[in-house]
């Protein structure tokens, strides 16, 4: 591992599930006590006090079902087992249906500095369409409690793009965010995944999704929308006023930078391997309460499937690829690799290269999956 690396804590445990949700998540909140022992356990196994942290983010599932003495005790074992820099970026995502205004604040007091708000929506139809827990008022309050509780540093999620969505409420509902004045925003585009509810319904013909072009309309609104409101559109989902509200911890997966993930369906990086958790709560727990790592598989990336990563996480960020840095990583020159796909980029003006970097411009970014696609195509 490189000197500072990341931490993520996967919490898979949700009060119900979301109908687009297919993250690994359990409703059985009572394996939570038993999950909190074998994630200390993971993490003393695999601590390496030489590595410098200076990301922690818990994720989920629903982080805030945990106790504040829970998130302590997490915090307290990485700090045992790791170097955590004093000036570490510690994300907590909170669902708007689980928090009140003493559970944030002791939050603050146990080491969070940067809570994520999954509101998803102001509308309490859409809220209940997706089956989230709560509601319009709550999220609200959710977003006023962390203020009152002295967090800052707050990111709000927003969900766009629902079947029955327009326009004109999807702009309701930007509007209403920016009026709350989070410094971050990630703005989600709907996708109807393979075994969620959702694509249960699209099967049967209950629901009829938006259209491509409905969809790429309201990804250029959002940015349009956002970029007025003094918001950067750094990544192809989130917007943050100033470098400095950008999420340490994400800007290092879109850079490749190593990571622990700590927990159920948790992956890990080192540069070289890729390893990931066993994603059931119990067959987590069996192999840490039997001594061993619970480790599902791993695999060792090549020099194409790093090339191909790399490409398609950097094309997702306003700064782009480094030129530069693809020469040197991958002993040749990106330009002269990918002339073709490079020239018909530039020009249909779906990117530009500047300063050493290539980077797609929001017409481009319309279309990521798409100019992805042709880079991977190139390299396999
Ligand atoms: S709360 Fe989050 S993780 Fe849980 S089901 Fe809903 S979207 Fe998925």
Not at 41 to 70: M, Q, V
Not at 94 to 122: A, M
Not at 275 to 295: E, F, H, M, Q, T
Request: aromatic share 10%; hydrophobic share 35%; glycine share 6%.
């Amino acid at each position: 591992m490189c000197d500072k690396t990341s931490i993520y804590i996967h919490i898979p445990f949700c009060v119900k599930k979301c109908v687009y949700c297919d993250f690994y998540s359990k409703t059985d909140l009572s394996l939570i006590p038993g999950y909190i022992n074998a994630l200390q356990k993971e993490i003393e196994k695999r601590s390496g006090l030489k590595d410098a942290i200076d990301t922690i983010y818990f994720g989920g599932g629903t982080p805030s079902l945990l106790s504040a003495k829970e998130v302590e005790t997490l915090l307290q074992t990485i700090g045992d087992c790791f170097s955590v820099a004093s000036d570490v970026e510690v994300t907590f995502e909170v669902n708007p249906g689980t928090v009140d205004l003493n559970y944030l604040r002791e939050l603050k007091n146990v080491g969070i500095n940067r809570l994520s708000i999954g509101v998803q929506s102001f509308n309490d139809d859409k809220l209940k369409f997706l089956n989230r827990i709560h509601t319009a008022g709550q999220a609200r309050n959710a977003i006023d409690y962390a203020g009152k509780a002295g967090f800052d540093n707050i990111s709000m999620d927003l969900i766009y793009g629902i079947p029955f969505e327009t326009k004109t409420a999807w702009l309701k509902d930007l509007k209403t965010a920016v009026t709350l004045m989070p410094p971050h925003l990630s703005c989600y585009m709907l996708t109807i995944e393979p075994g969620t509810p959702l694509h249960e319904q699209l099967k049967k013909g209950v629901i009829r999704p938006l259209g491509t072009s409905d969809m790429t309309v309201m990804f250029k609104q959002t940015s349009q929308f956002l970029g007025e409101a003094g918001y950067d559109h750094y990544e192809i989902s989130n917007f943050s006023k100033g470098r400095q509200n950008r999420s340490k911890h994400n800007s290092k997966y879109w850079d490749m930078i190593p990571y622990y993930g700590f927990g159920a369906a948790a992956h890990s990086y080192d540069k070289k391997t890729r390893s990931w958790n066993y994603r059931s709560i119990d067959a987590y727990i069996k192999d840490i309460c039997s001594g061993r790592l619970p480790v599902e598989d791993r695999e060792t990336l090549t020099s194409r499937q790093t090339m191909i990563e790399m490409i398609m996480l950097r094309l997702r960020t306003l700064e782009g690829l480094d030129l530069k840095k693809f020469t040197t990583l991958f002993c040749v020159s990106f330009e002269t690799r990918f002339k073709d796909i490079l020239d018909h980029v530039l020009e249909s003006s779906f990117g530009s290269v500047k300063d050493g970097r290539f980077a797609l411009t929001l017409e481009g970014r319309a279309h990521l999956d798409s100019i992805v696609e042709a880079f991977a195509e190139k390299i396999l």
